[in-house]
């Protein structure tokens, strides 16, 4: 009876806990969305085609993004902190290098570039 009552509290906890890191992983993926969109924030998009988003005008200069849900999470990070370690001539702009995302704007940036595929 006590493996039984201790097996239930941790099922609740656990899933306690993965509603609530669901949520606010819905909520950092919406964030991570508007930075992408946004002018004065990241503006992605204004390089950046997304795989099943038709773009007219801008969004050709930067590869088409598709796939980034395989993509480790680090590697996404640092691509858009700094894309010059991995391609010394990129002409994605440091973005957390240069101070222009904050790392918590990044993070967001990231939950919405692994929903891409």
Same mark, same amino acid.
């Given at each position: 009876?006590?493996?039984? &009552?201790?097996?239930?509290?941790?099922?609740?906890?656990?899933?306690?806990?993965?509603?609530?890191?669901?949520?606010?992983?819905? #909520?950092?993926?919406?964030?991570? #969305?508007?930075?992408?969109?946004?002018?004065?924030?990241?503006?992605?998009?204004?390089?950046?085609?997304?795989?099943?988003?038709?773009?007219?005008?801008?969004?050709?200069?930067?590869? =088409?993004? $598709?796939?980034?849900?395989?993509?480790?999470?680090?590697?996404?990070?640092? &691509?858009?902190?700094?894309?010059?370690?991995?391609?010394?001539?990129?002409?994605?702009?440091?973005?957390? =290098?240069?101070?222009?995302?904050?790392?918590?704007?990044? $993070?967001?940036?990231?939950?919405?570039?692994?929903?891409?595929?």
């Amino acid at each position: 009876m006590k493996l039984s &009552k201790s097996l239930f509290l941790a099922l609740v906890a656990f899933t306690v806990f993965s509603v609530n890191g669901f949520a606010s992983n819905s #909520e950092l993926i919406k964030e991570g #969305e508007k930075i992408f969109n946004t002018k004065d924030l990241g503006n992605c998009l204004a390089c950046h085609a997304v795989n099943e988003k038709e773009v007219n005008g801008p969004g050709t200069m930067g590869p =088409k993004l $598709q796939y980034l849900s395989a993509w480790p999470e680090d590697a996404l990070y640092q &691509k858009i902190y700094n894309p010059y370690t991995t391609n010394p001539i990129s002409a994605m702009p440091a973005f957390g =290098k240069n101070g222009w995302l904050s790392h918590e704007q990044i $993070q967001a940036l990231v939950a919405y570039l692994k929903t891409i595929n």
